[in-house]
């Protein structure tokens, strides 16, 4: 059965700061990683992709990384902002299209 | 401006009764699916839906009918609630149907079936 686990739940930075979220997974056969981004009261909106056969995936100031092996992915944003303030969540998605999240890391920029 | 609205997000209704939630997404994607949180972090794929290609999981049961008018909308139908439909049921939608295509969830319709 797949876990997956998020480290820290939670997380407050001062603007302008590079921070790192962590996500791992128990069982390494997965089909894809994904990244989602929640704010109060919305859903969840898709961030980055890595397929299991890709080691990351760029979107603007947001890094993912994929290392099945170790059953670890990373999500780095550069440069933060209090815009980027939200709940990050990751998913491991098997091949059902199936999904288990973790239970997500609350970031807090300050301006 | 939402991305993938759900209504309605609390739905109570009795055993035996009829009811739809809708969904509604704004991206211009072309699949949409419908998932069942089955514990606070895993939710179980029911339907998605690629055009007019229905693709149902099979351990759903028959009474779930989900019902696309068009490509932006997909709504789902349960017939005769049963104490076990309680749930948060989630809407998504992705550009396309495959493999490197995220997902966009919309914030989920508690049901609770008293």
């Known amino acids: 059965k797949q876990e997956v686990t998020q480290i820290p739940a939670a997380l407050s930075v001062p603007e302008g700061e590079n921070l790192v979220l962590n996500c791992s997974f128990t069982?390494?056969?997965?089909?894809?990683l994904q990244w989602f981004r929640q704010d109060p009261g919305k859903g969840l909106t898709s961030l980055l992709l890595i397929q299991s056969s890709q080691r990351e995936q760029t979107s603007g100031r947001l890094n993912a990384s994929l290392d099945k092996s170790s059953g670890r992915s990373t999500l780095y944003i550069a440069a933060s902002q209090p815009g980027d303030s939200a709940t990050y969540l990751c998913?491991?998605?098997?091949?059902?299209?199936?999904?288990?999240f973790g239970a997500g890391t609350r970031l807090t920029v300050k301006p | 401006d939402t991305a993938v609205s759900q209504t309605p997000k609390y739905l109570v209704t009795q055993m035996g009764n009829d009811k739809s939630i809708k969904c509604e997404q704004n991206l211009g994607h072309d699949t949409m699916y419908w998932y069942k949180q089955d514990s606070k972090k895993f939710l179980k794929i029911m339907f998605s839906?690629?055009?007019?290609?229905?693709?149902i999981n099979e351990t759903v049961p028959n009474r779930f009918s989900p019902k696309s008018p068009d490509k932006a909308h997909l709504n789902l139908h349960i017939n005769s609630l049963e104490l076990g439909d309680s749930a948060v049921y989630f809407c998504a939608s992705s550009r396309r149907q495959g493999r490197g295509y995220g997902y966009t969830f919309g914030s989920g319709t508690r049901l609770t079936v008293v």
């Open positions: 069982d390494s056969a997965i089909y894809n």
């Open positions: 839906y690629n055009n007019k290609e229905l693709i």
């Open positions: 998913a491991a998605i098997d091949n059902n299209n199936d999904m288990r």
